[in-house]
């Protein structure tokens, strides 16, 4: 059965607060001799309580010269990474108000995607207050942006590959060609054909339904009267 957990707070009872006190103490001690083990360190542990004997660990001479070596530091080694638990519960109350704000920051996030979805829908914001239509304005703004960022960026792809002579690449994902019209570029729009200054004549391809243009012949009615009359 698992242990439920213990809330941390001051005990009141006292032999319960007694009971714990040895059995955390010895917990402590014993973490401090591993840490000594297995890293090679000098380490010591001292707890002190009113009700029973001083706890040390290792022996309390080795354990003084270690105190004498630590108050020989300068103040600078001696407190850069030292803390009390004042600065420990600060530090955690900043680490959970970081969490808070991230995980309100996703959620209004999730919240103006689904008021996208429904503008999408056909939906006409009716039901939404002042702050949500800014925040959805806001999240149109940003998706706009990035858009335009993007087309940005295709078209200078497009201009150089343009400059350098080199092949474009065609695929599903790949944007259209565009190319540039420039005075000796020819513009076909429909039917007709812009010729630039430095552009060579367009010859039209003549098929079955092309009309025939003759401006310096006669109609074949007018021909068969002349040799009518002859």
Known sequence: MARSKMKLEYIRNNASRR????????????????????????????????????????????????????????ELERTRKMTNHLAYMQERLNNLTEKVVKSENANNQVEVRAMLYEGYSGSDFAELSAHEVWAVGNALDELMSKVFEKM??????????????????????AAPAIPEVGPSTPAVMGDFVAVGPGAAPAIPEVGPSTPAMMSDLGSSSDGGDSDEDD
């Open 19 to 74: 009971s714990t006190l040895r059995k955390r103490s010895r917990g402590i001690l014993k973490k401090v001799e591993e840490i000594s083990v297995l890293c090679g360190t000098d380490a010591c542990g001292i707890i002190y309580s009113p009700d029973d004997a001083p706890q040390v660990w290792p022996q309390p001479l080795d354990a003084r010269r270690i105190l004498t070596e630590f108050n020989n530091l300068p």
């Open 152 to 173: 940005r960026v295709m078209s200078m792809n497009l201009s150089a590959q343009a400059q350098t002579g080199g092949g474009v690449a065609v695929g599903p994902g």
